[in-house]
């Protein structure tokens, strides 16, 4: 007997579904995608229990015929390309035809769909790819699709689902990518029977403004300044923040050809651009949009990726580094930009793919942060190397320094708690704990210490809910976009687990009285949008996983600046508190926390 047999469609469908509909936000994507095809002007998107039970998009664009709303179901059903060629010089949104088959295939749909030419609309409802009805009906000029019960015939994928505020975050982040490179189009979101967010057609500006805009704040983008740059290659258009309007939480968009794309190579570029004007820590918010042709892009053939390869990545990571900087320098008075020393800036390599691999040249000590003696020539003499010379010995350290035993030395030799007690401690630079051991010197980053320290007692106070809270004075009012509220709601219970005392003080805002005590006099504020903003964008979706945020970030926040004097008793009680940590040469990310100079090092320096 022949064992190999062709699938039933309904089957394919629902494979293929797999890909293409991983959730209800990819669901989302897509038909708002289709509708904005359609030429729509009005799309509302009505969602209930974040998309599990129902997902619904009405527009008013151009519909379909009796004939193509049966067809637009069917798998490779598309009315956007012909042939391959058109691949390349794609303008539209979808292409692949394989959306609605998905969607059918693993949902109860039904749809409603009007040209302007045909006196009356069709209705067709398909359950798991079977056609339940079709007839003929009463509507307007437009496509009102319904998906409701997603997943309905696919238990794994539905168990697979987050809670609800992270999947309705999800649709939210999906929706934003969208709004923002369609401005002209109005939009609503309807969320179990809550208008979220009201989007009248404006310009990109206006967009940005009513979609992270808040009518309680200042105007939020009177923050940023505009990015204009037009070459033969591409045009670069958009908003970058201004300095000192930088904050920890940023909103950080690209978008290409009117989509949205993730790009870390370019963002290197914006953030290279700042370089020296922001504090430590702190994000460039943007909002920049690329045009190209199309050819120079590769087309984005897989459904659910958003990152985009550019023929010419080097040359354009240039014009975007130059762009925004000359954005900056407009509006920036200090600190001076000199335009002559840009060329003198490296430009990393972009990443490449594994077949060109094995001819790229990593150089591990790029830092895009590093560019100061550019940034500021004069305050980073030219030819440095030159002042050595005559000096011989005084050459850079070279690789047969590297403290190659150091590594042998195991954390319990390396500071023993019994010396903690008495032995001398020194700062220096108002980076570094020095300190005297068996071993030879070690060195302590004082930030990264007192950060390690932190994160563990944070992370303790997490689990058995028992943060130490301090009073506020003055309560402080946070205000937060929806996307951001939906995701504070999500982790509320650990904010006041670990001390935040907070209370909902209107849809979109909370009263915060109290925070947890080693925050000690800063501000809440910044320390709860740059924990939104961490778990945002590390997607952690699980407590344990957000929980393990919140203490970073909290850590982070909360530990000693660099450029802090310590006092001895200070010193030596972080570094005590150190040694206690099951861990303490490096911080959960890797970072150096703790550096050995041995002895044998030191006194090779002068044989
Ligand atoms: P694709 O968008 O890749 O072509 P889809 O499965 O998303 O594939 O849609 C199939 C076809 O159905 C589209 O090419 C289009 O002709 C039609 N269609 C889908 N949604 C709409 C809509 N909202 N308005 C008009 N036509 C639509
Ligand atoms: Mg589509």
Redesign the pocket.
Known sequence: MDIIHLLPDSVANQIAAGEVIQRPASCLK?LV???L??GATRVQVIVRDAGRTLLQVI?N????SEM?ARL?FERH????IREAQDLFSLRTM????????SICAVAQVEMT?RRAEDETGTLIEIHGSDVIRQELCACPVG?N?KVSNLFFNVPVRRKFLKTDQTELRNLLTEFYHIVLVYPKVSFTFVHNDEILMELPAGTEKQRIEAVFGNPKRNVYTSAFVDVNTETELVSIRGFVVKPENATRKAEQYFFVNGRYMRHPYFLKAVQTAYSGMLAADYQPSFFIYFDIAPEAIDVNIHPTKTEIKFADEQTIFQILMASVREALGKFTLAPQIDFDTQGSIDIPQPPTDAVAAPRVTVDPTYNPFHTRGAIYPDRAPKNWESLYEGLGAAKPINAAMQPTDALSVTEEELLRPEDLESCPLWQYGGRYILAPSAQGLVLINQHRAHAAVLYAQFTEQLSLSQGAMQQLLFPEVLSLSQEEMVLLNQILVDLKAIGFDMEQLSPDSYSILGIPAQLANQSPIPAIQHILHQVRERGADTQREWREQIALTLAEQAAIPYGKILTETEMREIVQKLVQLPQYRRMADGKIIVSLLTDDEISRRFS
Request: aromatic content about 4%; proline content about 0%; hydrophobic content about 35%.
């Open positions: 897509e995608e289709n509708s095809d359609a527009d664009g151009i519909g379909m193509d637009a059903a598309t009315s956007k979808g292409f692949r035809g394989e959306a609605l088959a769909t496509t699709i």
